[in-house]
Structure formats: structure tokens, C-alpha cells
């Protein structure tokens, strides 16, 4: 397996761009848009980032197809975007375990810094016991021998029982050495014990995907993050970091209450067409380039896409001299 440098600081949950269809085609609307992923590689790395995470919950892979999610991840492993950063994180993550391995094979042939796995979502065909998820885990382990693995715990793909409560599981599996690629987690619950004997006792290395938790998490240790509000706060909670360093924990605070309002009220509506819109405003302004403001939701209405035109507006009044 190659070495797997361990994480630190931020690692951006990267958007996955997307353009309307030039052939206008009713059945396949919007496509990706792999042509602003030079700018926009280049607008995370001066704001702070030290790596992405691409092709997970923000970066839509539910609703594209396997081959978009290998041209989505060809683009981030291209050498001139691979050089800008210390990481670039693929999730593989799916229903079907012959694409889950082939898009881990590609990511693996082209110098991913890791591949990153969920669970299967549905419980009909999902491991739910201990046995079955650590035989699932061992499964992509084995198959992708070359490639540090992380799994990507959150609600949703996690089995709520586990979600909170991985150590024992992962534990049994790693003493029985069934998962030899497993290097860490992207570590999207706010059970912070659990993620903390994780990181303690195992040797794993923890980036937590809470973004308005960063404070809490410092404070017991922590100092890797993965998240989506990254894309535009960055250098606001790399500022956080450095204050943490320094035990300037009451300038930490104050910022991170009005981080944590801020990320309260881009959630409130719509928030990842609304997160992709603020985020274009400062792409357009810095490189002249879009992430696209439409997505492939085929369920989103008009009040919905005009409810966060108008989150925007007060976003920005309010909170835009945070944004980097």
C-alpha cells in the first residue's frame, strides 16, 4: 500500500460543477462541468485548504452515474490540480460493489491520496450486523490493496446503531487484521468519544465532518476537518486553528458563535444550491468561473430556487465579510 500522510487542517468537501446540456436534452438536463475545476482548485488552496474530499455527500454522488464520477475524479487527479494540494480524497462510496471497485481502481492508478468508503444505504441490501459490515469493509480492503482506505461515517449510510459507536466494531476488525488498508475516517458524527478512542487507541487518523463543531473538537485534540462551509469559510476556521495553537480561546469562541450562525442560516434554505451560489459569487469575482447555479435535483420547484435567491441577498449583508 502506498504511505498515507496523515491529515491536518482543512479538507474542503468539494461541489461538483454543473452546466446545462447544449443539446437540451429533457431527459439529461445538466451535466458536469469538469473545465472550472483548474480555477476552482486554485480558489480553495489560496483560501486555506489543504486537500479535497471529492464525489461525497456535497459533491452529489448519489445522483450521478458511475462514469460521471470517474470523469468527476479524473479532473481532481489531474497533475496540475494534484500538486496544489496535500490530499485529494476520492469517495467511492456506493450501491453497487463492482463500480465501488472501480472507481476505486482509478483512483488508485491515478494518485489518490486516498480512497473513502461508505456503507451501502439500503437496509435490505446493506450489512447491518457487526459480522457483515466488517466483511463488507474487508471485501474493498482486499480488492483495492494498493490504495489507504477511510471510511466515511455518517447518518444515513452508517447504520444508526454504529454511527455513534464504531470503536468496538472497528476494533474487532482490526485485530483480526480483515481491513489492512484502513488508515482513518472522515468522521461526520458529534460523538466525539467514540471518534477520540478511534484516534487514540486504534492509531487511526480522524478528520472530523462536523464544520461548526471545529471548536469543540480542537479542544479535545483534533486537528483534521473535512466539510462542505469550508468552501467558503476556510480562512476564517484555519483562523480558529491557529488561535486554538496559541490558547487564544476566547477570540476562538467569539468567532466560532458567529461562524456557527452563519452556517445555521445558509442550512436553512435549500443550503447546497444556496452554498454553491455563494460560492460562485467569490469564483466569478476571483477567476471569472461558475460551479453552475443549478444542480441535478430533479425535485427542486421554483419557490425553492427563488427562496435561496433571496437567502443569498441577507446571507451576504450579514455574513459576507466572513467569506474568504
Same mark, same amino acid.
Given at each position: 500500500?502506498?504511505?498515507?500522510?496523515?491529515?491536518?487542517?482543512?479538507?474542503?468537501?468539494?461541489?461538483?460543477?454543473?452546466?446545462?446540456?447544449?443539446?437540451?436534452?429533457?431527459?439529461?438536463?445538466?451535466?458536469?462541468?469538469?473545465?472550472?475545476?483548474?480555477?476552482?482548485?486554485?480558489?480553495?488552496?489560496?483560501?486555506?485548504?489543504?486537500?479535497?474530499?471529492?464525489? #461525497?455527500?456535497?459533491?452529489?454522488?448519489?445522483?450521478?452515474?458511475?462514469?460521471?464520477?470517474?470523469?468527476?475524479?479524473?479532473?481532481?487527479?489531474?497533475?496540475?490540480?494534484?500538486?496544489?494540494?496535500?490530499?485529494?480524497?476520492?469517495?467511492?462510496? #456506493?450501491?453497487?460493489?463492482?463500480?465501488?471497485? !472501480?472507481?476505486?481502481?482509478?483512483?488508485?492508478?491515478?494518485?489518490?491520496?486516498?480512497?473513502?468508503?461508505?456503507?451501502?444505504?439500503?437496509?435490505?441490501?446493506?450489512?447491518? $450486523?457487526? $459480522?457483515?459490515?466488517?466483511?463488507?469493509?474487508?471485501?474493498?480492503?482486499?480488492?483495492?490493496?494498493?490504495?489507504?482506505?477511510?471510511?466515511? @461515517?455518517?447518518?444515513? $449510510?452508517?447504520?444508526?446503531?454504529?454511527?455513534? @459507536?464504531?470503536?468496538?466494531?472497528?476494533?474487532?476488525?482490526?485485530?483480526?487484521? !480483515?481491513?489492512?488498508?484502513?488508515?482513518?475516517?472522515?468522521?461526520?458524527?458529534?460523538?466525539?468519544?467514540?471518534?477520540?478512542?478511534?484516534?487514540?487507541?486504534?492509531?487511526?487518523?480522524?478528520?472530523?465532518?462536523?464544520?461548526?463543531?471545529?471548536?469543540?473538537?480542537?479542544?479535545?485534540?483534533?486537528?483534521?476537518?473535512?466539510?462542505?462551509?469550508? @468552501?467558503?469559510?476556510?480562512?476564517?476556521?484555519?483562523?480558529?486553528?491557529?488561535?486554538?495553537?496559541?490558547?487564544?480561546?476566547?477570540?476562538?469562541?467569539? =468567532?466560532?458563535?458567529?461562524?456557527?450562525?452563519?452556517?445555521?442560516?445558509?442550512?436553512?434554505?435549500?443550503?447546497? =444550491?444556496?452554498?454553491?451560489?455563494?460560492?460562485?459569487?467569490?469564483?466569478?469575482?476571483?477567476?471569472?468561473?461558475?460551479? #453552475?447555479?443549478?444542480?441535478?435535483?430533479?425535485?427542486? $420547484?421554483?419557490?425553492?430556487?427563488?427562496?435561496?435567491?433571496?437567502?443569498?441577498?441577507?446571507?451576504? !449583508?450579514?455574513?459576507?465579510?466572513?467569506?474568504?
Amino acid at each position: 500500500m502506498k504511505p498515507f500522510i496523515p491529515m491536518k487542517g482543512i479538507q474542503v468537501a468539494a461541489i461538483t460543477p454543473f452546466k446545462r446540456n447544449p443539446e437540451n436534452n429533457p431527459h439529461q438536463p445538466y451535466t458536469i462541468d469538469t473545465s472550472v475545476i483548474e480555477h476552482y482548485s486554485s480558489y480553495l488552496s489560496q483560501n486555506g485548504a489543504s486537500g479535497v474530499f471529492v464525489g #461525497g455527500v456535497t459533491g452529489d454522488f448519489t445522483i450521478l452515474t458511475t462514469e460521471e464520477r470517474l470523469d468527476l475524479q479524473a479532473a481532481w487527479l489531474q497533475t496540475s490540480i494534484r500538486s496544489k494540494l496535500n490530499h485529494v480524497i476520492i469517495h467511492i462510496g #456506493g450501491p453497487f460493489f463492482e463500480d465501488v471497485i !472501480k472507481l476505486g481502481v482509478h483512483a488508485s492508478e491515478n494518485s489518490a491520496s486516498a480512497v473513502a468508503i461508505t456503507f451501502p444505504s439500503f437496509p435490505a441490501h446493506a450489512p447491518q $450486523t457487526e $459480522t457483515h459490515l466488517i466483511e463488507y469493509l474487508s471485501r474493498v480492503s482486499f480488492a483495492l490493496p494498493d490504495i489507504p482506505l477511510l471510511i466515511y @461515517n455518517i447518518s444515513g $449510510t452508517t447504520p444508526s446503531h454504529y454511527v455513534n @459507536n464504531l470503536y468496538p466494531l472497528l476494533k474487532k476488525a482490526i485485530d483480526g487484521n !480483515k481491513v489492512p488498508t484502513l488508515v482513518g475516517l472522515k468522521y461526520s458524527s458529534t460523538n466525539f468519544i467514540d471518534a477520540f478512542e478511534l484516534k487514540t487507541y486504534l492509531g487511526l487518523d480522524i478528520a472530523i465532518g462536523c464544520d461548526e463543531q471545529m471548536l469543540a473538537a480542537c479542544a479535545m485534540g483534533f486537528t483534521s476537518f473535512i466539510g462542505s462551509t469550508y @468552501n467558503i469559510f476556510s480562512k476564517k476556521f484555519n483562523h480558529i486553528l491557529s488561535l486554538m495553537e496559541t490558547g487564544n480561546t476566547r477570540e476562538a469562541s467569539e =468567532l466560532s458563535q458567529r461562524l456557527f450562525t452563519a452556517i445555521r442560516t445558509i442550512t436553512s434554505v435549500c443550503y447546497k =444550491l444556496t452554498l454553491r451560489k455563494v460560492v460562485n459569487k467569490s469564483l466569478q469575482a476571483k477567476f471569472g468561473v461558475s460551479l #453552475g447555479d443549478e444542480t441535478k435535483y430533479s425535485f427542486l $420547484t421554483d419557490d425553492d430556487v427563488a427562496s435561496s435567491d433571496k437567502l443569498v441577498e441577507t446571507f451576504m !449583508k450579514d455574513f459576507g465579510d466572513l467569506i474568504d
